[in-house]
């Protein structure tokens, strides 16, 4: 999985911003929708299936808070850029499945 990891971090270009906070005098790293796209796709290539709920979890733990919104329904979600990286990156081998919130691997 370490040389499929490291193949997909080349197709993606997983960049970092850095903003400075003259009153800290420090440098935060902050993620990209390309970074949470990135885990997502090697999340559901490993397990075969992820659940929306625990990949809600997992991205404002690891990720932050940035990249869920809630919707129409009043549910946590994922942000729209992210899920359209991730749609880019699994090139539509990965499949929703509306009634159990998760993706799956084909």
């Given at each position: ?35 949470v ?22 991205i ?47």
């Amino acid at each position: 999985m370490k040389a499929e990891r490291a193949l997909l971090m080349k197709e993606v270009e997983v960049c970092y911003s850095y903003n400075v906070y003259p009153s800290r005098g420090v440098n935060v790293m902050s993620h990209t929708a390309a970074e949470v796209a990135e885990w997502m796709l090697v999340e559901l290539k490993e397990k075969g299936i992820l659940h929306q709920g625990e990949a809600v979890a997992y991205i404002k733990n690891h990720f932050g808070e940035s990249f869920i919104y809630v919707n129409e329904h009043g549910n946590q979600s994922i942000d729209k850029e992210v899920k359209k990286i991730f749609r880019k990156l699994h090139k539509g081998k990965a499949a929703w499945e509306r009634d159990g919130f998760f993706w799956g691997w084909s």
